[in-house]
């Protein structure tokens, strides 16, 4: 069962998340180029900008998101991951809904937030942490004065 599907930044490949595994297909045949296995179960965000993959514990309706964000590389095989249980618990988000790289792939952004009517935690006001990846350390944190909403989409 097909969970989620993405197009690679270039459009060149399709990411699919199946209920068993990763995928990374050919757009143009469909052909499967990879298959992994999945860190945790849980939505993706294909990196326009490096190919990557990133999968945040993004939460859920009923508890709140650990922190622990998986990075995967081109070929779906894990390339680090970054922990924001370190951060003290009002700076770490309680619900992820967007992430992205940087084009040199130094940074990482996370869109954090949880709605006003959403689950049984927050509400949070949405805003982005700047993850420096090397280090795994958060150096700023950009707050958009909303609360939640759809997915974000960053541009990198």
Known sequence: QVLQ????????????????????????TF????????PIVAPFFASRATGRVIIPDVGSS???????IYLL????ELSSIIDLRVLPFGERPLGIIGAEESRDGKWLYVV???????????????HILVIEKSTGLVVDTINLDTFGGGRAILVP
């Open 5 to 28: 599907m993405e197009t690679t930044g270039d459009g060149k490949d399709l990411i699919v998340m199946t209920d068993l595994e990763l995928l990374k297909l050919d757009a143009a």
């Open 31 to 38: 052909q499967v180029k990879v298959r992994a296995a999945r």
């Open 62 to 68: 009923v508890v709140a998101s650990t922190g622990i």
């Open 73 to 76: 590389d081109a070929n779906l």
């Open 112 to 126: 954090g937030g949880v709605p006003r009517d959403g689950p049984l935690y927050g509400p949070e006001p949405t």
